[in-house]
């Protein structure tokens, strides 16, 4: 059974992106259709970098002080995260290939 994002709250959330390894953070919430499109490649991206990357989602209606922090005004938004920096961005759904190719440029 392939890994499954991390539920990241606004308790948790410093704690998470401060990890050794990349971290992408996919900021949804339940009513947004884009985000639902995203949701599946952000959790076989889990399951695909398991042990390499953390992989963890934010619902924005959940955790408005986080989503705030960072500006999040338009999701999905995903950060990556490298020693609890952000390191890139992407608005909007995108193929998996594109987060991917974002999360390899980490690990290199």
Do not use: H
Request: net charge negative; aromatic share 6%.
């Amino acid at each position: 059974m392939a890994n499954k994002a991390i539920e990241i709250t606004d308790s948790n959330f410093d704690e998470i992106i401060n990890s050794d390894k990349p971290v992408l953070v996919d900021f949804w919430a339940e009513w947004c259709g884009p985000c639902r499109m995203v949701g599946p490649v952000v959790e076989e991206l889990a399951g695909e970098y398991e042990g390499r990357v953390v992989v963890g989602k934010v619902d924005v209606d959940s955790n408005p002080q986080t989503s705030a922090k960072f500006g999040i005004r338009s999701i999905p938004t995903l950060l990556v995260f490298k020693n609890g920096q952000v390191v890139d961005k992407q608005v909007g759904a995108v193929p998996k290939n594109v987060l991917a190719q974002k999360l390899e440029g980490q690990l290199a």
